[in-house]
Protein backbone atom coordinates (compact mmCIF):
# COMPACT_ATOMS: atom_id res chain seq x y z
CA UNK A 1 0.00 0.00 0.00
CA UNK A 2 1.29 3.50 -1.07
CA UNK A 3 0.82 6.68 0.76
CA UNK A 4 -1.95 7.53 -2.35
CA UNK A 5 -3.87 4.61 -2.33
CA UNK A 6 -5.67 1.64 -1.02
CA UNK A 7 -5.33 -1.87 -2.59
CA UNK A 8 -8.23 -3.14 -4.78
CA UNK A 9 -9.08 -6.20 -2.40
CA UNK A 10 -9.81 -3.82 1.07
CA UNK A 11 -12.62 -2.50 2.49
CA UNK A 12 -11.77 0.74 0.84
CA UNK A 13 -10.67 -0.43 -2.87
CA UNK A 14 -9.36 2.10 -5.05
CA UNK A 15 -9.48 5.37 -2.59
CA UNK A 16 -7.26 7.66 -3.41
CA UNK A 17 -6.05 9.15 0.27
CA UNK A 18 -5.46 12.22 -1.58
CA UNK A 19 -9.23 13.19 -2.10
CA UNK A 20 -9.40 12.47 1.93
CA UNK A 21 -10.03 14.60 4.25
CA UNK A 22 -6.39 14.77 6.00
CA UNK A 23 -7.66 14.07 9.06
CA UNK A 24 -9.40 11.06 7.96
CA UNK A 25 -6.10 9.69 6.47
CA UNK A 26 -4.90 7.58 9.54
CA UNK A 27 -8.27 6.22 10.11
CA UNK A 28 -8.40 4.71 6.32
CA UNK A 29 -5.04 3.39 6.61
CA UNK A 30 -5.39 1.77 10.16
CA UNK A 31 -8.72 1.01 9.02
CA UNK A 32 -7.62 -1.15 6.01
CA UNK A 33 -4.90 -2.70 7.23
CA UNK A 34 -6.43 -4.24 10.59
CA UNK A 35 -9.40 -5.58 7.60
CA UNK A 36 -6.88 -7.43 5.71
CA UNK A 37 -4.54 -8.10 9.33
CA UNK A 38 -7.79 -10.13 10.32
CA UNK A 39 -9.06 -11.76 6.68
CA UNK A 40 -5.08 -13.40 7.20
CA UNK A 41 -5.75 -14.74 9.98
CA UNK A 42 -3.42 -12.63 11.85
CA UNK A 43 -4.70 -10.18 15.25
CA UNK A 44 -5.45 -6.46 13.89
CA UNK A 45 -1.94 -4.35 14.21
CA UNK A 46 -3.41 -0.81 15.28
CA UNK A 47 -6.47 -1.13 16.78
CA UNK A 48 -6.61 -2.16 20.50
CA UNK A 49 -8.88 -4.24 22.04
CA UNK A 50 -11.91 -2.85 23.70
CA UNK A 51 -12.17 -4.14 27.20
CA UNK A 52 -14.93 -2.00 28.16
CA UNK A 53 -17.02 -3.42 25.04
CA UNK A 54 -19.86 -5.64 24.29
CA UNK A 55 -18.45 -9.55 25.69
CA UNK A 56 -18.76 -12.28 23.24
CA UNK A 57 -19.73 -15.53 24.45
CA UNK A 58 -20.44 -16.71 20.68
CA UNK A 59 -17.76 -18.97 19.81
CA UNK A 60 -14.62 -16.44 20.48
CA UNK A 61 -15.03 -12.89 18.77
CA UNK A 62 -13.46 -9.83 20.27
CA UNK A 63 -14.02 -6.09 19.73
CA UNK A 64 -11.54 -3.79 19.17
CA UNK A 65 -11.19 0.12 18.98
CA UNK A 66 -9.33 2.25 16.26
CA UNK A 67 -9.00 5.88 14.96
CA UNK A 68 -12.58 6.80 13.41
CA UNK A 69 -13.74 2.45 13.67
CA UNK A 70 -14.24 -0.03 15.65
CA UNK A 71 -13.19 -3.79 14.72
CA UNK A 72 -15.67 -6.67 15.53
CA UNK A 73 -13.33 -9.85 14.82
CA UNK A 74 -16.02 -12.42 14.02
CA UNK A 75 -15.74 -15.74 15.51
CA UNK A 76 -19.25 -17.30 15.70
CA UNK A 77 -20.31 -21.27 16.01
CA UNK A 78 -22.55 -22.11 13.30
CA UNK A 79 -23.64 -24.19 10.80
CA UNK A 80 -23.80 -24.97 7.03
CA UNK A 81 -25.84 -27.61 5.34
CA UNK A 82 -25.34 -30.04 8.91
CA UNK A 83 -21.40 -29.08 8.52
CA UNK A 84 -20.27 -27.42 12.11
CA UNK A 85 -18.27 -24.66 12.18
CA UNK A 86 -18.00 -21.19 12.37
CA UNK A 87 -18.08 -17.97 10.78
CA UNK A 88 -15.02 -15.55 10.82
CA UNK A 89 -13.71 -12.54 9.85
CA UNK A 90 -13.43 -8.66 10.09
CA UNK A 91 -16.83 -6.05 11.01
CA UNK A 92 -15.50 -2.69 10.62
CA UNK A 93 -17.83 -0.27 12.46
CA UNK A 94 -17.51 3.72 11.32
CA UNK A 95 -17.91 6.80 14.06
CA UNK A 96 -20.51 9.40 12.24
CA UNK A 97 -17.73 11.80 11.72
CA UNK A 98 -15.98 9.00 9.47
CA UNK A 99 -18.97 7.79 7.97
CA UNK A 100 -22.19 9.66 7.95
CA UNK A 101 -24.11 7.10 5.59
CA UNK A 102 -22.68 3.59 5.43
CA UNK A 103 -21.33 2.61 9.09
CA UNK A 104 -20.20 -1.01 8.52
CA UNK A 105 -18.15 -3.23 5.98
CA UNK A 106 -17.64 -6.94 6.46
CA UNK A 107 -15.63 -9.68 4.72
CA UNK A 108 -16.72 -12.92 6.81
CA UNK A 109 -16.70 -16.67 5.43
CA UNK A 110 -17.83 -19.80 6.92
CA UNK A 111 -14.61 -22.47 8.03
CA UNK A 112 -14.58 -25.40 9.39
CA UNK A 113 -12.89 -25.79 12.71
CA UNK A 114 -9.86 -27.17 10.59
CA UNK A 115 -9.96 -25.04 7.95
CA UNK A 116 -10.63 -22.02 10.75
CA UNK A 117 -7.21 -23.47 12.75
CA UNK A 118 -5.36 -23.98 9.48
CA UNK A 119 -6.08 -19.80 9.24
CA UNK A 120 -5.54 -18.87 12.54
CA UNK A 121 -3.08 -21.58 13.80
CA UNK A 122 -2.91 -23.49 17.23
CA UNK A 123 -4.96 -21.08 19.01
CA UNK A 124 -7.81 -21.29 16.88
Given at each position: ?20 D ?55 L ?38 L ?8
Amino acid sequence: MTDTDLPLDGPFAGVDLAQVDPALRRGFIEAAQDFADVIAGRSPRHAGEDREGPVASDGGSRWYRGHGYNLLVLKRLSQFGGVAGLVYGPVLSFDEVFSPHERQLSATRFYTYDALRALLGPSA
